[in-house]
């Protein structure tokens, strides 16, 4: 996934594309570049690695005073990470430069058909092709020249397009890649996500699959497929500088995992109004959610994780089949998916490509699909034929924590939502089970006091390691896997996490002298249970950090460390029993000089398969 962003007003164009590249990073960093038109010319700049670099690069320059420019920030897809396949690429004779987030199926067969047309490539990447196909295509109408040229490529693209002979115009198109046009005072924007502009404009524009936009200073047009000019009703843009902001904190990781319980405690308050749920894209009858044959699901990484959880709880609370799938898997194993099954897609960014794909299948099938996504405008969120929305703000570190959160506590309300229409909840534990829901943000905020320092002490456990196990069962697997996931993402630790009965089919192998398993101990009904897997992997000497509730403190005392959660309810334990092991990652990473919210190989929202 790459970030592409293009300004054109009346001031210096070069600020906002490396303010913007650097709100952008999150969605890719191995490259970046930038290309500015100065009368009839197009000058571009870009470079291998963090945009530091190229910031340097321009300021070692003399200033530009260009008012129109494109840039890109990149996560290598096709062409290793280097200056020569960085964006922007310009077409043979300079005519276009481009800016490409997405993947071009077909360019394979398009380059060769331009190689035999005399053209030489410089780089190994798709985007090239676009650029020189733009310069063969061209008729000198900027709009036709880009639908021309759109209809030859397959795959997913955003574009952002800068032409020499229109040196104060920028024309975009997309498909499947996400796009938005922000305008203002301070002139015309367009980007990846609206994070990237936000404090400079107060509307954003959201064109669909296909349309064609052309950006001039004070002007922006639409055009549809048939190149009729259209209109979109703009949206008032309502986010706020502050939101890409780290405040203060170090990490936006840490900012993110301190934002958890005003995110939920926003989330929760568009869902539980006067003491009832309610959703306000998503409603069943008691007749259809009779009909509910199956709940299906499906998402990647940590959304995935939820969906875990979300497995257990949905299914103890309305006895609901509930089956859980990581996208990648669950889109080419066609899944016995039918018009009688629910399928829950959850997403943070709106934009994982796999799960894209999963929903396209559901569809396919015609079952209903229920998107659960943190980026309102995102295809995911534009795709379901319901939505809910998690409002956890925009999230820029790579980990996930206060999306994760705000998804798991949408799934108790979804929970209690299906159990009570089926008439398995009476009033009074609907009741209870909604007190409980809206009590989230103070058991974390509590949670979060009660564990933070000892998670940070305790961080000094891995940061020599280099394997970790987390073991736990039930809503605790869940939660192990997440813990999992969150270590090694940011610290590079190998992490496995595994059923706690299941260690004595293989992996106990494993566990020798001084081996780290982290054990999750809060799901109440199978602690016992667990608590007999910790006497397998001590009897082999391993060290055990143990998590679980203040009930159990007596019990996990004896192990060699443990962390104590609150007492909460046993239907959001999960909320509470992530927060240490988010603590613990940090920490451990932070010990280890990693770069935590932007680790190696990874972008915030994978958009390619
Ligand atoms: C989680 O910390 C990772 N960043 C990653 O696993 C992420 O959850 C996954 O890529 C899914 O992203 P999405 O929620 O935006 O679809």
Same mark, same amino acid.
């Given at each position: 996934?790459?970030?592409?962003?293009?300004?054109?007003?009346?001031?210096?164009?070069?600020?906002?594309?490396?303010?913007?590249?650097?709100?952008?990073?999150?969605?890719?960093?191995?490259?970046?570049?930038?290309? !500015?038109?100065?009368?009839?010319?197009?000058?571009?700049?870009?470079?291998?690695?963090?945009?530091?670099?190229?910031?340097?690069?321009?300021?070692?320059?003399?200033?530009?005073?260009?008012?129109?420019?494109?840039?890109?920030?990149?996560?290598?897809?096709?062409?290793?990470?280097?200056?020569?396949?960085?964006?922007?690429?310009?077409?043979?004779?300079?005519?276009?430069?481009?800016?490409?987030?997405?993947?071009?199926?077909?360019?394979?067969?398009?380059?060769?058909?331009?190689?035999?047309?005399?053209?030489?490539?410089?780089?190994?990447?798709? !985007?090239?092709?676009?650029?020189?196909?733009?310069?063969?295509?061209?008729?000198?109408?900027?709009?036709?020249?880009?639908?021309?040229?759109?209809?030859?490529?397959?795959?997913?693209?955003?574009?952002?397009?800068?032409?020499?002979?229109?040196?104060?115009?920028?024309?975009?198109?997309?498909?499947?890649?996400?796009?938005?046009?922000?305008?203002?005072?301070?002139?015309?924007?367009?980007?990846?996500?609206?994070?990237?502009?936000?404090?400079?404009?107060?509307?954003?524009?959201?064109?669909?699959?296909?349309?064609?936009?052309?950006?001039?200073?004070?002007?922006?047009?639409?055009?549809?497929?048939?190149?009729?000019?259209?209109?979109?009703?703009?949206?008032?843009?309502?986010?706020?500088?502050?939101?890409?902001?780290?405040?203060?904190?170090?990490?936006?990781?840490? =900012?993110?995992?301190?934002?958890?319980?005003?995110?939920?405690?926003?989330?929760?308050?568009?869902?539980?109004?006067?003491?009832?749920?309610?959703?306000?894209?998503?409603?069943?009858?008691?007749?259809?959610?009779?009909?509910?044959?199956?709940?299906?699901?499906?998402?990647?990484?940590?959304?995935?994780?939820?969906?875990?959880?979300?497995?257990?709880?949905?299914? =103890?609370? !309305?006895?609901?089949?509930?089956?859980?799938?990581?996208?990648?898997?669950?889109?080419?194993?066609?899944?016995?998916?039918?018009?009688?099954?629910?399928?829950?897609?959850?997403?943070?960014?709106?934009?994982?490509?796999?799960?894209?794909?999963?929903? %396209?299948?559901? %569809?396919?099938?015609?079952?209903?699909?229920?998107?659960?996504?943190?980026?309102?405008?995102?295809?995911?969120?534009?795709?379901?034929?319901?939505?809910?929305?998690?409002?956890?703000?925009?999230?820029?570190?790579?980990?996930?924590?206060?999306?994760?959160?705000?998804?798991?506590?949408?799934?108790?309300?979804?929970?209690?939502?299906?159990?009570?229409?089926?008439?398995?909840?009476?009033?009074?534990?609907?009741?209870?089970?909604?007190?409980?829901?809206?009590?989230?943000?103070?058991?974390?905020?509590?949670?979060?006091?009660?564990?933070?320092?000892?998670?940070?002490?305790?961080?000094?456990?891995?940061?020599?390691?280099?394997?970790?196990?987390?073991?736990?069962?039930?809503?605790?697997?869940?939660?192990?896997?997440?813990?999992?996931?969150?270590?090694?993402?940011?610290?590079?630790?190998?992490?496995?996490?595994?059923?706690?009965?299941?260690?004595?089919?293989?992996?106990?192998?494993?566990?020798?002298?001084? !081996?780290?398993?982290?054990?999750?101990?809060?799901?109440?009904?199978?602690?016992?249970?667990?608590?007999?897997?910790?006497?397998?992997?001590?009897?082999?000497?391993?060290?055990?950090?143990?998590?679980?509730? %203040?009930?159990?403190?007596?019990?996990?005392?004896?192990?060699?460390?443990?962390?104590?959660?609150?007492?909460?309810?046993?239907?959001?334990?999960?909320?509470?029993?992530?927060?240490?092991?988010?603590?613990?990652?940090?920490?451990?990473?932070?010990?280890?000089?990693?770069?935590?919210?932007?680790?190696?190989?990874?972008?915030?929202?994978?958009?390619?398969?």
């Amino acid at each position: 996934m790459c970030g592409i962003i293009g300004y054109t007003g009346n001031n210096k164009a070069v600020p906002y594309l490396l303010e913007g590249l650097g709100r952008l990073e999150y969605r890719g960093y191995d490259s970046t570049g930038i290309a !500015t038109t100065q009368g009839n010319s197009i000058n571009i700049t870009k470079a291998k690695g963090r945009l530091s670099v190229l910031k340097s690069i321009i300021a070692s320059k003399k200033q530009s005073t260009s008012t129109v420019g494109i840039g890109h920030t990149r996560w290598a897809t096709h062409g290793e990470p280097s200056t020569v396949n960085s964006h922007p690429h310009l077409s043979r004779n300079g005519l276009f430069a481009v800016v490409h987030n997405g993947i071009i199926e077909n360019y394979k067969e398009l380059k060769s058909d331009l190689q035999k047309d005399g053209y030489v490539f410089r780089s190994d990447t798709d !985007t090239e092709v676009i650029a020189h196909l733009l310069e063969r295509n061209y008729d000198g109408d900027l709009v036709s020249t880009v639908s021309k040229t759109a209809k030859m490529l397959t795959g997913a693209y955003a574009l952002c397009i800068l032409c020499r002979d229109f040196p104060e115009k920028i024309v975009c198109t997309r498909l499947g890649s996400p796009l938005v046009v922000c305008t203002g005072d301070e002139g015309t924007f367009v980007s990846s996500d609206t994070l990237a502009i936000s404090g400079h404009a107060d509307k954003v524009f959201r064109p669909k699959a296909g349309e064609i936009i052309l950006l001039a200073k004070d002007k922006v047009s639409f055009f549809n497929k048939a190149l009729k000019e259209i209109f979109i009703t703009p949206e008032k843009l309502t986010l706020k500088s502050t939101d890409t902001d780290k405040e203060g904190y170090e990490h936006y990781m840490l =900012k993110e995992i301190m934002e958890q319980p005003e995110a939920v405690r926003s989330t929760l308050s568009h869902i539980i109004k006067n003491g009832r749920i309610s959703f306000d894209s998503f409603s069943l009858t008691k007749q259809e959610a009779e009909a509910i044959r199956g709940i299906y699901i499906v998402a990647c990484g940590s959304a995935y994780h939820v969906g875990v959880s979300g497995k257990y709880i949905i299914e =103890k609370l !309305t006895g609901i089949p509930t089956h859980t799938d990581i996208a990648s898997e669950f889109r080419y194993r066609n899944p016995p998916v039918s018009k009688n099954d629910l399928c829950i897609i959850i997403s943070q960014s709106g934009e994982t490509a796999d799960s894209i794909a999963a929903m %396209k299948k559901v %569809k396919e099938k015609g079952a209903k699909v229920l998107s659960l996504v943190n980026v309102e405008g995102s295809t995911i969120s534009l795709s379901g034929d319901y939505v809910i929305h998690t409002k956890a703000g925009p999230e820029i570190a790579v980990a996930t924590t206060k999306a994760y959160s705000c998804q798991l506590a949408v799934i108790y309300c979804l929970g209690v939502y299906f159990s009570s229409l089926l008439g398995i909840l009476s009033e009074k534990e609907q009741s209870r089970l909604i007190e409980e829901i809206l009590s989230l943000p103070e058991t974390i905020e509590a949670t979060i006091v009660a564990t933070r320092s000892k998670a940070e002490s305790l961080s000094e456990l891995f940061t020599e390691k280099e394997h970790a196990y987390f073991i736990g069962r039930g809503t605790d697997y869940a939660a192990a896997m997440e813990g999992s996931l969150k270590l090694k993402e940011i610290s590079y630790i190998h992490s496995e996490a595994y059923g706690a009965g299941e260690l004595k089919h293989g992996t106990i192998s494993l566990i020798e002298p001084g !081996t780290m398993v982290v054990a999750l101990m809060s799901d109440e009904n199978v602690f016992t249970k667990t608590y007999s897997n910790v006497r397998e992997v001590k009897a082999r000497s391993a060290r055990v950090l143990a998590v679980s509730t %203040k009930k159990h403190e007596h019990e996990i005392s004896s192990l060699d460390h443990c962390i104590i959660i609150p007492d909460c309810s046993s239907l959001t334990v999960p909320s509470a029993e992530i927060i240490p092991l988010q603590l613990l990652s940090y920490f451990t990473a932070l010990k280890r000089s990693c770069d935590i919210d932007k680790p190696r190989n990874l972008a915030k929202s994978v958009t390619v398969e």
